[in-house]
């Protein structure tokens, strides 16, 4: 099992910045991606972004809706991870989730469906006003 803890959300204007960070502890050597979920109330949980283990590669994969303006980054030797998250719109808000795969083994490409994460932080809101 592997513990995750978000912080760093909050309220920000459109167009501003947030940098939201994930510690993770626990079985962590097991871990095969990492990603970030969101979810905006009244909706389905959604993967904004995902990466795999430097050692793996390092690939990322992000949704449609946040390239070019979120960024995925991982510090392995601490394991934290990271979303910096530029360009804010009021459709990103919600609230943000860390999550952590550590079953079926590594994949090049880190995946973005919430059925392929095991492990799951409490999450951290992140309202975009506009």
């Known amino acids: 099992v592997v513990q995750l803890v978000e912080s760093g959300g909050g309220a920000v204007q459109a167009g501003g910045s947030l940098r939201l960070s994930c510690a993770a502890s626990?079985?962590?050597?097991?871990?095969?991606?990492m990603a970030w979920f969101r979810q905006a109330p009244g909706k389905e949980r959604e993967g904004v972004a995902a990466?795999?283990?430097?050692?793996?590669?390092?690939?990322?994969n992000y949704d449609d809706s946040v390239k070019g303006r979120f960024t995925i980054s991982q510090d392995n030797a601490k394991n934290m991870l990271f979303l910096q998250m530029n360009s804010l719109k009021p459709e990103d808000t919600g609230v943000y989730y860390c999550?952590?795969?550590?079953?079926?083994?590594?994949?090049?490409?880190?995946?973005?469906?919430?059925?392929?994460?095991?492990?799951w932080g409490q999450g951290t809101q992140v309202t975009v006003s506009s």
């Open positions: 990466i795999v283990p430097q050692y793996a590669g390092g690939n990322t």
């Open positions: 999550a952590a795969r550590t079953f079926g083994g590594l994949t090049t490409f880190p995946l973005l469906a919430r059925s392929a994460y095991d492990n």
């Open positions: 626990g079985n962590t050597r097991n871990t095969y991606s």
